[in-house]
DNA sequence: GTACGTTTAAAACGAGTGTTTGAGTTGTGG
DNA sequence: CCACAACTCAAACACTCGTTTTAAACGTAC
């Protein structure tokens, strides 16, 4: 009678579930309509109308729409999770057998590639999960916390261990500052967030992923190797 | 009969409201609430019930849940517009007067002391405005368009001409994309947009005001000051 | 006092929500 | 053929939503 698949982000192997193509296609319109009018203002309804199939099918697939949100985000953030993980080990690698060298923009990469392979590939979501992530962290919604913060936590020490190793000279809570502040850069550029847009046009063609990635990098390897409170704050 | 107010953000001179106490109890609830559950899932009942003050009263004082909205979030952002308008002007001032050098963390402290001020004032919103103002971009609330876009592009503008006669090196795009990555990073790292915890318990106590810009600032100078194109993006 | 504009109170309205039900339809294996 | 799943469908459920309506209380001027 019920279908409904175990939603763990991944536990261990390839746990990766096979949806229907009834459960694909309320997927896919469900991940649209979430990114563009949020989780609480999107309906099954309409999320059934464009997805073509019954009502009812949603709560057959998936037990319910929170369940169904929760499903939208692990189908993109388990394989983009794993992408990350392999970048960082290729670089730790590397960096054992002397074929790279472990500096801040090496670190950065490892973020950049995935993101950059993600928001150029439709099928796994392309843009549209990423901006969908934005909305998530801002929104702090509830359903995801226990799904998403063991993996991202397991993400987050291994770049943080990444990026002390680059940046030796500095303390690990200056370390933890600029990781935190590098990812707010990179993240919110990548889904697109435009505050100087602010529905008006912007100056800047924010949408699109190489340029993105041109003139970001520089600016956030800038700033996480920026000398260690080289001038006091407040002036 | 229908005491609504008008909702410009600042048609010339001062035409700051002055809202009833009951209003003013309306419009603190709502922002608290709005902030914390968003716009969609806050309801009318609970704002009336945690503002102590009848269902009605919103529909009356207010035109409606839209219009409330807009109100929130004008009360707050008129006075910090001018805020932020005062320090370029101060700036540009002193530029002129030989007291200053046009300089990118002059140009940075333009606009991280108004947030600081206001951060750390409750009587004026506090933290809970800046968080408010980040979920109004990533949700691209549509009846702010024509409100905000008229003020927020001004303050744009003049926001890039300081920073365009800081970094004179720089092409006007290249200042564009400076302009649009430091402001990312501090818009929301005051809003404590905090992608490393993500849920979890971060290493970075990215709540308190005076921290934030103590490590913030050397992040956005150095970033924003990096050599044009000094590397490759994508090695 | 009466009259009036202002503000609050409680109840009701119609529309839309997530979810459930139960019958109907398909496809496959014995 | 039948049985038994997997799945779809239309209808209904109980509920909450934003908004409107109606009546009542308040203060002030005449």
Same mark, same amino acid.
């Given at each position: 009678m019920e279908p409904v698949? =175990? /939603? /763990? &982000? =991944? /536990? !261990? #192997? $390839?746990?990766?579930p096979k949806y229907s193509e009834t459960a694909t296609r309320i997927l896919d319109a469900a991940e649209g309509l979430f990114v563009e009018l949020g989780l609480e203002a999107t309906s099954l309804r309409q999320i059934t109308q464009q997805a073509g199939v019954n009502l009812a099918a949603v709560n057959y697939h998936f037990r319910s729409k929170d369940a169904l949100f929760e499903a939208v985000f692990a189908r993109r953030f388990a394989p983009w999770a794993r992408e990350c993980l392999c970048e960082l080990d290729a670089l730790e690698a590397n960096v054992a057998s002397g074929k790279a060298a472990l500096d801040v923009e090496a670190v950065v990469m490892c973020y950049v590639r995935p993101a950059l392979a993600l928001s150029k590939d439709p099928s796994r979501g392309g843009a549209v999960f990423v901006r969908l992530f934005s909305r998530v962290l801002v929104e702090n $919604? *509830?359903?995801?916390r226990e799904t998403l913060s063991r993996e991202w936590g397991h993400l987050v020490t291994r770049y943080s261990a990444a990026l002390g190793r680059a940046l030796p000279r500095l303390s690990s809570e200056e370390v933890a500052w600029r990781l935190h502040l590098g990812f707010s850069v990179m993240f919110h550029a990548f889904a697109g967030n435009d505050i100087l847009k602010l529905f008006g046009r912007s #100056? &800047? /063609? #924010? *949408? !699109?992923p190489d340029l993105i990635v041109k003139h970001m990098v520089p600016f956030v390897v800038a700033g996480m190797s920026a000398a260690a409170n080289g001038k006091p704050a407040a002036g």
């Amino acid at each position: 009678m019920e279908p409904v698949k =175990s /939603s /763990s &982000v =991944s /536990s !261990d #192997a $390839h746990p990766e579930p096979k949806y229907s193509e009834t459960a694909t296609r309320i997927l896919d319109a469900a991940e649209g309509l979430f990114v563009e009018l949020g989780l609480e203002a999107t309906s099954l309804r309409q999320i059934t109308q464009q997805a073509g199939v019954n009502l009812a099918a949603v709560n057959y697939h998936f037990r319910s729409k929170d369940a169904l949100f929760e499903a939208v985000f692990a189908r993109r953030f388990a394989p983009w999770a794993r992408e990350c993980l392999c970048e960082l080990d290729a670089l730790e690698a590397n960096v054992a057998s002397g074929k790279a060298a472990l500096d801040v923009e090496a670190v950065v990469m490892c973020y950049v590639r995935p993101a950059l392979a993600l928001s150029k590939d439709p099928s796994r979501g392309g843009a549209v999960f990423v901006r969908l992530f934005s909305r998530v962290l801002v929104e702090n $919604h *509830r359903q995801l916390r226990e799904t998403l913060s063991r993996e991202w936590g397991h993400l987050v020490t291994r770049y943080s261990a990444a990026l002390g190793r680059a940046l030796p000279r500095l303390s690990s809570e200056e370390v933890a500052w600029r990781l935190h502040l590098g990812f707010s850069v990179m993240f919110h550029a990548f889904a697109g967030n435009d505050i100087l847009k602010l529905f008006g046009r912007s #100056a &800047v /063609s #924010a *949408r !699109d992923p190489d340029l993105i990635v041109k003139h970001m990098v520089p600016f956030v390897v800038a700033g996480m190797s920026a000398a260690a409170n080289g001038k006091p704050a407040a002036g």
